[in-house]
């Protein structure tokens, strides 16, 4: 277990670097000067030739990739922002919290509802609740985000159509975790609007983690269903929901940990469509944006989150997966290795 | 409990706080769409579908930042609130030396900037320094997208606290445009030197609104200042909200949830006007959206070959597909709102017979078999003179087949479109642009002039050389009398139109949806974003 954790640690940090260069490399190649981008249709070529060498911009590649490791490595600095008068740090500062958020809120709904219809699917295999089940998680996963997104904004007029709180509203905060942190200060109003707006992009983001874990949940539970040890708990006269809580749910919690550990990760990446559709300041846009602009400070601080709590997301579930099956650690580093 | 306050209106305290709490419940429990924070104070709220970049005057470029940054500060001259005259903004009069090279103007009395110092002549010199010293310690990037419209100012001084003199290097009749363009706002000099380079995030000016809060993709909020020079603010707070999705943004505007929505596709706002509760605002835009030609390619080399793309547009038809029928065709360059567009020109008629003979005679001149095989560019997303940019492209694609061309369409971001353009790297694009300071320089010059050609950033994307067209522009630069200027200008039009270095597809009109309780604003010629006439007549539906 040890070894095992050691070298799964181990692989982290070369994992994550390998990440960030290819980031780093990928965004230079885009044929999209940064400071003509940020010039848009009046630019000034004496300026952009001095912010060129300003920059370093000029300079080959892995000088440039070295330089900004230093940095990183010595300072723990990310760089500016080259669009917006803000460091990568307090960029992702004002994003990441958003994205968390809705992530978990998007959680609370897709992993019952997942795990739920999943059982359901497969206990009542072939026959109407199964079909449902199924039908919903197809529909879940093909139907693209913005218009479910959509749909649901003008299906329920009521409800704010995303941000996170109504325009104008100020309150007294330190964070951008608008929900967590007002829940800790026990500022109820807050709390109230904050979930009011965080309910329809979380419900839009839900669907399809809740589709994939359903799927993933189905198929796990039928195969222990069809186990001799299950069919020996029947022959004791079990009632049913025994059997299925009790014996069959932890031996096909496996594969779902590890599909909700994914989904996790990638939610956590950002979820673009999601918060173009409602607003939402998120991690996906700022990437996209600095994408778009080829803001290359900011495309590789986010890159450097998102691979590293990739990292941390497979991580996690390793060490999950060795909490539910012990034997997993045992079949060691080789195993690990292929999981990287 | 801690709870919310808003800064944005000075008003007591308390009161503030128990009015927010008391609209925090109600939003909190009726469930109804509620126009923000709905303390008493009138709320204007603007969704927009991008975000600003910066709010000092002289670093930016976009078109999200320039309608926040006019409410928030004053330039020595202005434009007229309905029509692209000018007329005196900070500045209450000026005059000119007889050899056009030096100006004087006589400031306004008892201004003061939003920090409660005076607007003085040495703020005056301090602003503009900013845009023409080399290496000056309070401009804060190197990136001053417009400091070229000032290079021609030799020097700035102030001659008494309320004078200041501008040397010009030679004389310029575009120098007064230039002053009132947002670039040449009037920064506060003590803001900028204590906020450093975060005067971009903390903006101080003396505008008809002053700066309060901006959190980046969230909210940006102004709120009216009360001490103003002229008429204050008919609301007491400005709110603008990025609504990237343009659905959404209808939706909201629907709702009441905003007030005014602009950017929407031409078949949106289509629908939005048979809306009761909502008004649209239309106005001819001062703009081109046109068809540039890679000039130096051969074959596109010839004459010929470029007349018969023109002939083979219907623009007419194109206004319907890609614009739902809001814009008008484009003879010129120049927008025919503007002074000096040439009406004495006829355009090509669309005539595709005429068309197939021409590419007939340029193929045997230039020696090119048919179908001749053309890149067309375009941009991934939308511009405000094109709105469907795709639509268009398609619809170009399909005139030139049977003329014989084959056009492959080549799709790029909007950045890097802009940069392949300019260094020509590409048969045919889209392309357009909107006014900067309403003058034809700002069109012809930029657009066709051998000056703009550079990989670096030119604008002349077709990369249109003629001696006489540059001999002309140059002379209508330095030639004071408005009559001899735009006889230049003709000219340079008639030559253009001849040469046919691009094809002016259409001048695409400027609309905006607002709700019908917003009332005194009216959509400026040059799109305008000045919001200080704008007021809500209540009650809010």
């Known amino acids: 277990m040890t070894r095992f954790l050691a070298w799964r640690l181990a692989v982290c940090i070369p994992t994550t670097l390998v990440a960030l260069s290819i980031a780093f490399i990928g965004i230079r190649l885009i044929p999209n000067n940064p400071i003509l981008a940020r010039f848009g249709q009046h630019a000034v070529p004496q300026q952009v030739q001095a912010e060129m060498i300003r920059h370093g911009w000029d300079r080959p590649l892995y000088e440039q990739l070295g330089g900004f490791v230093k940095d990183l490595v010595l300072r723990g600095d990310l760089g500016e922002s080259f669009f917006h008068n803000e460091s990568v740090t307090d960029g992702l500062a004002r994003v990441f919290p958003a994205t968390v958020e809705l992530t978990l809120a998007a959680l609370v709904i897709a992993l019952p509802l997942g795990i739920v219809s999943g059982i359901v699917a497969a206990v009542w295999k072939d026959r109407w609740p199964d079909r449902l089940c199924m039908a919903g998680s197809l529909v879940g996963i093909s139907v693209p985000v913005f218009f479910i997104g959509i749909c649901l904004i003008y299906a329920l007029p009521n409800m704010p159509t995303g941000r996170r709180l109504p325009p104008g509203v100020f309150y007294d905060r330190s964070t951008e975790f608008v929900l967590f942190e007002s829940l800790l200060r026990g500022q109820w109003h807050v709390v109230a609007l904050a979930v009011k707006h965080l309910c329809l992009p979380a419900i839009a983001l839900s669907t399809i983690p809740a589709a994939m874990v359903a799927r993933v949940a189905r198929s796990a539970m039928l195969e222990v269903l069809n186990a001799d040890y299950i069919r020996t708990a029947w022959a004791k006269g079990n009632p049913r929901w025994r059997v299925v809580l009790c014996h069959a749910l932890p031996n096909a919690a496996i594969p779902i940990v590890e599909i909700s550990?994914?989904?996790?990760?990638?939610?956590?990446?950002?979820?673009?469509?999601?918060?173009?559709?409602?607003?939402?300041?998120?991690?996906?846009?700022?990437?996209?944006?600095?994408?778009?602009?080829?803001?290359?400070?900011?495309?590789?601080?986010?890159?450097?989150?998102?691979?590293?709590?990739?990292?941390?997301?497979?991580?996690?579930?390793?060490?999950?997966?060795?909490?539910?099956?012990?034997?997993f650690a045992e079949r060691g580093v080789a195993n690990a290795a292929n999981r990287v | 409990m801690r709870i919310a306050q808003l800064l944005a209106v000075p008003r007591p305290r308390l009161i503030c706080t128990a009015l927010l709490v008391a609209s925090l419940m109600e939003m909190a429990g009726c469930g109804a769409p509620g126009n923000g924070a709905n303390d008493g104070a009138a709320t204007l709220i603007v969704g927009r579908g991008g975000e600003a970049e910066s709010l000092d005057p002289i670093h930016i470029e976009t078109g999200e930042a320039v309608k926040v940054v006019v409410n928030l500060y004053d330039t020595l001259v202005a434009y007229d609130e309905e029509t692209i005259d000018l007329v005196p903004g900070l500045a209450r009069e000026w005059e000119t030396s007889d050899d056009g090279l030096r100006w004087t103007f006589h400031l306004r009395e008892g201004v003061r900037f939003h920090d409660g110092t005076p607007l003085d002549a040495d703020a005056v010199v301090f602003s503009f320094n900013r845009l023409?010293?080399?290496?000056?310690?309070?401009?804060?990037?190197?990136?001053?997208?417009?400091?070229?419209?000032?290079?021609v100012i030799e020097a700035v001084r102030a001659v008494d606290p309320l004078t200041v003199e501008f040397t010009l290097k030679n004389p310029s009749a575009v120098f007064l445009a230039n002053l009132a363009m947002f670039s040449a706002g009037i920064v506060s000099p003590t803001a900028v030197e204590q906020e450093g380079a975060d005067f971009a995030t903390h903006p101080v000016g003396s505008g008809p609104f002053r700066f309060v809060r901006w959190t980046r993709d969230q909210e940006l909020i102004l709120a009216a200042n009360e001490d103003y020079w002229d008429a204050p603010p008919g609301v007491d707070r400005l709110i603008f909200i990025p609504v990237i999705e343009s659905a959404v943004r209808v939706a909201q505007l629907r709702r009441g949830e905003i007030h005014i929505a602009d950017n929407l596709p031409p078949a949106e706002v289509n629908v939005l006007a048979d809306d009761a509760d909502i008004a649209v605002q239309t106005t001819p835009g001062m703009n081109l959206a046109y068809l540039a030609i890679q000039n130096e390619r051969p074959p596109l080399d010839n004459v010929k070959l470029r007349r018969a793309i023109a002939h083979a547009i219907d623009k007419k038809a194109l206004i319907d597909v890609a614009y739902d029928g809001s814009a008008q065709p484009a003879v010129n360059p120049l927008p025919m709102t503007m002074w000096s567009w040439d009406d004495s020109i006829s355009d090509r008629p669309y005539d595709v017979e005429r068309a197939r003979e021409l590419v007939e005679e340029a193929a045997a001149e230039s020696g090119f078999a048919l179908p001749l095989d053309l890149s067309l560019y375009v941009m991934a997303s939308p511009r405000p003179y094109m709105q469907q940019p795709m639509e268009t492209a398609v619809f170009i694609k399909e005139a030139l087949k049977p003329i014989g061309i084959n056009v492959r369409i080549v799709t790029n971001e909007i950045g890097q479109h802009f940069q392949r353009l300019g260094r020509g790297e590409y048969d045919l694009g889209l392309a357009g642009w909107s006014t900067d300071n309403c003058d034809p320089d700002?069109?012809?010059?930029?657009?066709?002039?051998?000056?703009?050609?550079?990989?670096?950033?030119?604008?002349?994307?077709?990369?249109?050389?003629?001696?006489?067209?540059?001999?002309?522009?140059?002379?209508?630069?330095?030639?004071?009398?408005?009559?001899?200027?735009?006889?230049?200008?003709?000219?340079?039009?008639?030559?253009?139109?001849?040469?046919?270095?691009?094809?002016?597809?259409?001048?695409?009109?400027?609309?905006?949806?607002?709700?019908?309780?917003?009332?005194?604003?009216?959509?400026?010629?040059?799109?305008?974003?000045?919001?200080?006439?704008?007021?809500?007549?209540?009650?809010?539906?």
């Open chain 1, 261 to 327: 550990g994914l989904q996790t990760g990638q939610l956590l990446a950002g979820a673009v469509l999601t918060e173009t559709v409602f607003s939402w300041p998120g991690l996906g846009q700022y990437l996209v944006h600095a994408v778009q602009q080829s803001d290359y400070n900011v495309v590789q601080g986010t890159t450097l989150l998102i691979a590293a709590l990739f990292v941390l997301v497979n991580l996690t579930i390793d060490l999950l997966h060795c909490g539910l099956d012990p034997r």
């Open chain 2, 132 to 151: 023409i010293v080399d290496d000056n310690p309070h401009a804060h990037s190197g990136i001053m997208p417009y400091a070229p419209a000032y290079d």
């Open chain 2, 442 to 541: 700002n069109f012809l010059y930029q657009l066709l002039d051998e000056d703009n050609i550079n990989d670096l950033g030119g604008n002349n994307n077709c990369r249109y050389r003629s001696a006489a067209v540059h001999e002309r522009l140059l002379a209508a630069q330095q030639e004071l009398d408005r009559d001899r200027r735009e006889q230049l200008y003709r000219e340079a039009q008639e030559l253009i139109f001849a040469d046919a270095p691009m094809v002016p597809l259409v001048h695409s009109d400027v609309r905006l949806a607002l709700r019908g309780d917003v009332k005194g604003f009216h959509l400026h010629p040059t799109a305008l974003f000045r919001l200080r006439r704008a007021e809500l007549a209540r009650p809010t539906p």
